[in-house]
């Protein structure tokens, strides 16, 4: 095909195929194939498939936009972060995205360089404009926390975090009728760790705990000393880091001496999977065998945990089940239910970093 001068013309370009032609081809109504479109209960089975045969010979594609006017549904969730590549948080992103999807969602997500109730409202105020049917709100920290508090908004925001005073009826919320809470049991998981030390026979366990900032550094610290105290034994004062294996391996070089000479702990609870590999090469570098000289727990379960010289007795958090519940929580919500605040519990992983104490 050519123009008037002899050139090649730009074939028109081909419009989206529509609902209607895919009930032309597929020899049913309109509404046959927004039922099947809906998954509607009442289409038969033979002209179900039909329409969806239909489909994809076509290649049909629903136009979203015009389904959220119609409808006055987005099907779109937005999922407020910090943008910190530590393993939790990065991991629950994953997890919510994946379940959203499981259940016919698609999420928006909001990374926030600063943690001020300016930028909260940013965040939130931007998911307000398009149209998303409910925010969650990954809050691993108190200033975060305390930004989502301040805003009051239409649709459920779902803060997952492990909020200390959180009130635990059903329906209570945090920052008004619509607002709602899950976490990890980060507390529980720390006793759980503790304890397993003290049953191996460990009574001088130290915690090298996370920044105190963080809600889950605070619960993980709580459980150790509740385990502690449960079995009379008055714990140490933590030894307070960063996230990081740098600050890991510090920790482990000042203790190893100590250790060497048999006046540290025998037991370590380090507060994530990080600080513990740091702490494992502090204390290979100072000759130190673990776990005879000293046992070492860490919190996470990361990739790799099993793999650790020696491999590491953690905390596994079970983000699968925490994005799947964050999202039912949301639909419940929506729906109209009264949502309970939720803890799920986490999972100690027993491996060789760990044993009775020789000393």
Same mark, same amino acid.
């Given at each position: 095909? $050519? ?7 730009? +074939?028109?370009? @081909?419009? +989206? ?10 020899? /049913? ?7 099947v ?7 038969r089975?033979?002209? +179900?498939e ?25 099907? $779109?969730?937005?999922v ?26 698609y999420?928006s /997500?909001?990374t ?21 049917? *409910?925010?969650v ?8 926390? *305390? ?5 009051r ?5 779902? !803060? ?8 635990r009826?059903?329906?209570? $919320? !945090?920052a008004?009728? $619509? ?12 006793? *759980? ?14 915690? &090298? ?30 030894? #307070?880091?960063?996230?990081s294996?740098e600050?890991? #391996? ?9 250790v060497?000479?048999q ?22 570098? +100072? ?7 000293v ?11 099993? #793999? ?12 699968? !089940?925490l994005?799947?519940? @964050? &999202?039912?929580?949301? /639909? ?19 491996? @060789? ?7």
């Amino acid at each position: 095909m $050519t123009d008037a001068g002899g050139r090649a013309a730009a +074939r028109p370009r @081909s419009r +989206r195929p529509s609902m209607a032609d895919v009930a032309a081809v597929a020899g /049913v109504s309109h509404q046959t194939v927004s039922r099947v479109l809906n998954e509607h209960p009442s289409v038969r089975g033979e002209t +179900r498939e039909r329409v969806l045969d239909a489909i994809a010979s076509l290649g049909y594609r629903r136009n979203s936009a015009a389904r959220a006017l119609a409808t006055a549904r987005s099907t $779109t969730l937005g999922v407020v972060t910090t943008g910190s590549a530590l393993f939790g948080p990065t991991s629950t992103l994953i997890a919510i995205e994946g379940a959203a999807r499981d259940h016919g969602y698609y999420v928006s /997500v909001a990374t926030l360089r600063r943690y001020d109730a300016e930028a909260m409202h940013e965040a939130l105020e931007h998911f307000m404009d398009q149209g998303v049917e *409910a925010i969650v709100v990954i809050a691993p920290q108190d200033d975060v926390a *305390a930004a989502v508090e301040s805003f009051r908004a239409p649709v459920p925001v779902l !803060v997952v975090a492990a909020l200390e005073r959180l009130p635990r009826d059903v329906g209570t $919320t !945090v920052a008004g009728p $619509t607002t709602l809470s899950l976490a990890v049991d980060q507390r529980a998981g720390a006793r *759980a760790a503790t304890e397993h030390l003290l049953d191996l026979g460990h009574r001088d366990v130290l915690h &090298v705990a996370g920044p105190q900032d963080w809600f889950d550094a605070r619960e993980r610290a709580a459980g150790w000393r509740e385990a502690l105290e449960a079995r009379g034994i008055a714990p140490s004062r933590p030894r #307070y880091c960063t996230w990081s294996a740098e600050d890991g #391996y510090a920790a482990g070089r000042d203790l190893a001496e100590a250790v060497a000479a048999q006046e540290g702990p025998t037991a370590v609870f380090a507060g994530n999977d990080q600080l513990a590999l740091g702490m494992l090469r502090a204390f290979w570098e +100072r000759g130190l065998s673990v776990p005879d000289d000293v046992s070492v727990v860490g919190f996470d379960d990361v990739a790799g945990a099993a #793999y650790f010289v020696p491999p590491l007795t953690t905390v596994r958090q079970p983000f699968g !089940v925490l994005g799947e519940r @964050s &999202v039912a929580m949301v /639909v419940a919500a929506l729906a109209g239910d009264r949502v309970p605040t939720e803890r799920i519990a986490p999972e100690l992983v027993v491996r @060789s970093s760990t044993a009775p104490p020789v000393r």
